[in-house]
C-alpha cells in the first residue's frame, strides 16, 4: 500500500477539480492511503462541495500551515501582491511531504520540493489543469515531474517536442474535471433566458488579457442592449488581489473590477471568482464564447458553438502554437461594432464547427471508461513499475 498525497496548495479553488475526481477513483479502489493536503478552507469547502460523501470519508483531509514566527510575518508582509504563502507551505511542511511515495497536484509550485528542498525520494505526479495552448504548460519544468497525466494528443505530443518529456513520463488519461463537472449548469435569472447567451472570460495575465484594454467596451456593449445576456466569468485570479503578477509572462497591473452600474443591469451577471467560475457551470450554460487566452474555451467546446477572440495586444498568431484555438472563431482587434460581431460569428458557425471539433478530438482522448479511472489506472502502475503509460 503506497501513501499517495494530492495536495490542493493555491489561493483559489479552480484546480480543485481537475485532480479531486483522480483522489476519490483511487480511494474508491481501497488499494493505496490516500490523503488530500490543502492549505485554505475555501479549498477545503471547495472539496467537500464536489466530493461524493461515501468516497470522501474514505481519504484523509489535513490542513496544512505555516510555523508561527516569520513564516508567518514574511506572509502577513507579501501576500496582498504575491502568493508567499503558498510558496512557504513547502518548506514549513518538509517532513509532512517526505513521509509520502507521491505527491499529485495540478500546478508547478511544488516542483520546489525537489529542486529547493531535495526530496528526491517522493515521486511527483502532475495533473495539469486545463487544457490550454499557453506556452507556460509546455516549458522544461514540465519535465521535472516524474509522470504527467495529460488529456489528449494534442499536450502529450507538444510536451515531447517543447518540453522535452520523454513518452515513458506520460500517460493519456483524457480530461477527469468533465467526470465531476459535465452535468454542471448556471441556474441565470436573465428576465429573457431563450435570448442568446455570451461567456466573457479574460485571463488574468497583463501582457495576455483582453480586459486591460477592451473589457470595459466589452461590458458597456451589453448595457441597455436587449439582443444578449451575458455572463463575465474572467479567470478567478483577475480579481484575487488588486495588482496582478505574472512570471510567464512576466507582468505586473493593477485591477479594478467591473462598476457598480453593470450589477444593475438584468441582462448582464458578474461572478469575479465564485466556484461556479470554475465548475463548467457557465461555459455549459452560455451559448456563445468571448475570450482571448483562457483554456476554459476547450471545456466550453467540449459542445462546438460559436466562438470569438479579442486580439487586445495585435498578436501575430497565426500558425503560432500558443493560439491554436484562436482557428475556432474570428479574432476581433477591438471591441468596436461586438455585438454585430457576434451575429457574424453565429452566422458562421457552420464554417468553424468542423475545425472546433477537430482541436477537441486532438485536446481529449476520452473514452467510455471515465477519466478518473483511467488517470487511477495510470498512478497505480506507475508507482507499481508496471504497464504503460498510453
Avoid at 2 to 8: A, M, S, T
Avoid at 91 to 114: G, I, P, Q, W, Y
Avoid at 293 to 316: A, I
Avoid at 348 to 358: D, H, I, K, L
Amino acid at each position: 500500500m503506497k501513501r499517495i498525497c494530492f495536495l490542493f496548495n493555491h489561493d483559489q479553488t479552480h484546480q480543485v477539480a481537475h485532480a479531486l475526481p483522480i483522489a476519490l477513483a483511487l480511494a474508491a479502489r481501497g488499494e493505496h492511503r490516500i490523503m488530500l493536503a490543502y492549505a485554505r478552507d475555501a479549498i477545503r469547502r471547495e472539496i467537500e462541495r464536489q466530493a461524493d460523501p461515501a468516497l470522501l470519508a474514505r481519504v484523509e483531509l489535513v490542513q496544512l500551515d505555516l510555523k508561527r514566527g516569520a513564516s508567518q510575518a514574511l506572509a502577513g508582509v507579501l501576500e496582498r501582491l504575491v502568493p508567499a504563502t503558498k510558496l512557504l507551505i513547502y518548506r514549513d511542511n518538509l517532513d509532512f511531504f517526505r513521509s509520502f511515495d507521491a505527491v499529485v497536484v495540478s500546478e508547478k509550485t511544488t516542483l520546489l520540493l525537489k529542486t529547493r528542498y531535495g526530496l528526491d525520494n517522493v515521486k511527483l505526479i502532475h495533473t495539469r489543469h486545463g487544457a490550454g495552448d499557453r506556452a507556460i504548460g509546455f516549458n522544461p519544468e514540465s519535465a521535472q515531474f516524474d509522470l504527467v497525466l495529460v488529456s489528449g494528443p494534442k499536450i502529450r505530443d507538444r510536451l515531447i517536442a517543447d518540453a522535452g518529456l520523454t513518452p515513458e513520463q506520460i500517460a493519456l488519461v483524457g480530461y477527469p474535471k468533465f467526470d465531476l463537472c459535465a452535468n454542471n449548469r448556471f441556474q441565470d435569472s436573465f428576465p429573457a433566458p431563450e435570448r442568446p447567451t455570451v461567456i466573457y472570460n479574460p485571463h488574468p495575465s497583463p501582457k495576455l488579457s483582453s480586459w486591460f484594454k477592451h473589457g470595459a467596451a466589452v461590458l458597456e456593449a451589453f448595457r441597455g442592449q436587449d439582443r444578449y445576456n451575458l455572463i463575465f466569468a474572467p479567470h478567478v485570479m483577475l480579481f484575487e488581489r488588486k495588482w496582478v503578477v505574472t512570471l510567464d509572462p512576466p507582468s505586473l497591473a493593477r485591477v479594478e473590477p467591473p462598476g457598480p452600474e453593470y450589477a444593475c443591469e438584468p441582462r448582464i451577471h458578474i461572478d469575479t471568482g465564485s466556484a461556479a467560475s470554475s465548475d463548467m457551470s457557465y461555459t455549459n450554460r452560455a451559448d456563445i464564447y468571448l475570450g482571448d487566452v483562457s483554456s476554459q474555451v476547450y471545456e466550453f467546446l467540449r459542445v462546438p458553438r460559436p466562438c470569438l477572440f479579442l486580439n487586445s495586444h495585435g498578436v501575430d498568431w497565426q500558425g503560432d502554437p500558443n493560439y491554436l484555438h484562436w482557428q475556432a472563431g474570428p479574432i476581433l482587434e477591438s471591441a468596436a461594432g461586438l455585438l454585430d460581431a457576434i451575429d457574424a460569428a453565429i452566422a458562421e458557425q457552420p464554417r468553424y464547427a468542423p475545425v472546433q471539433q477537430a482541436l477537441i478530438d486532438a485536446t481529449f482522448s476520452l473514452s467510455g471508461r471515465p477519466s478518473a479511472e483511467r488517470a487511477a489506472d495510470a498512478i497505480g502502475a506507475f508507482l507499481e513499475g508496471t504497464g504503460t503509460r498510453g
